[in-house]
């Protein structure tokens, strides 16, 4: 039995992080001497000299709107792994009153009874523009692997009240034969604000937790992830810059 105050997410000592490499953008980066000066152009403007895990870009668009979008580019070789871990034989993925919440738990062995549970609380805009864009070919690999060994299905699981809640706008994942692991990270507002004021010259990537999981749970989640993309539709970057300047 969990001890009183006993925490849900244990700490894992770890303190490197494998080799694997997953670089991704929001958008891509035009080279400065690539931009066009037409009225319908968009630009990306590096902020500072930055350097680590996370560098920030604006996006603008052109004409006589003063419309841009923040971007992320986000290198996860060069992030501190989480310190806290959590492993998961359940997920579920739900639509909250803002974005979504995530959930991960543990099945008491034998039974579809939730022992405990982990909720990431995500927003929407990353859901779709960083965690579901930079997951495509981890879907197919997942799938793969589900189609060879399939996790029986599991309805109706009875729920618990030990849940230990989290924010996260950032997800790393990999994936190597049966194990497959979920790197939640939190980039602050005031993290993009000091860097873009110059106050600071680097974002920090805060880590937040690591879901451990079967690889076959993988393609489960993302399949849940899927049945919430289809109801958003995708909208990339040039997209949602028109509309701010439309509306402008």
Known sequence: MRAEGEQLVTRTTQTERGRAVRYHQNARIVARDQRSTTATSQAVELVGEQKGAVRIQML????????SLIQFALDFSKADPPDRAYYADYCDVVKARSGYSLYFGKLISGTIQLRTKVEIAFPEDM????LWKSS???HDTARKIWEKAPLEELRGAHDTDKVQSFRANNVFMALLGEESLFDFYYIAPSEVHFVRTGQRSQVHLEPIVRITLPSSMVFEFLEKCRIHIEKIGLVDDMDILKEGADSS
Do not use: W
């Open 60 to 67: 603008r668009a052109g004409g006589r709107t003063d419309v």
């Open 127 to 130: 859901f779709v523009r960083q």
């Open 136 to 138: 495509r070919d981890l």
